[in-house]
C-alpha cells in the first residue's frame, strides 16, 4: 500500500511547481510583450532616424566649390569681401538687423523676415544662422543675447 505521506508530499510539489509554472508563464508573456513593444520603438526610430538624416542632407548647405576647391559659403568679414558674397537668406538677415533701431533678438529679426518665431524648429535655425553671421565678424552680439551690425 501507497505511503500517505510520499504521496501528500507529491501533491504539494505538484501545486508548488502548478504555481511557479503559471507566474513563469505570466512572466514569459509579459517579457515578450515587451519584446514587442521594444521592436515596435526600434522600427520608429530607425524611421525617425532616416527622416533626420534626410532632412538635415536636404536642409545642410552644399559646400561651395572656386577651382574644385571647397571654400566657406560664410566667409569671414574683411575688406575685401563683399556683402554680396554672401548667400542670399544671411544678406536678408544682415537687412533686418541694420533697418531695426537699435539690438534685436533673433525672434525680432524672425518676425522682419517673415518667421513663425513661435515655433521653436523655426527661430532655432535663424538663431544658427545669427551666430554663425557673429562667429564670422558680420554682426555683434551682446551679453544680453541681442544683435546689432558692427561698426
Known sequence: MPDPELLERITARRAELDEREELLAKELAEVRA???????AERVFER????????RASAAPTPGQVSGRAVMLIPHRTSDVEETTLPPDYQRILAAV??????VMARQVGDALGIDVSVRSKLEPLRGKLVRLVDRGWLRKLPDGRFTTRL
Open 98 to 103: 541694420r533697418q531695426a533701431a537699435g539690438p
Open 34 to 40: 515587451e519584446r514587442d513593444e521594444l521592436a515596435v
Open 48 to 55: 525617425v532616424s532616416e527622416q533626420l538624416a534626410d532632412e
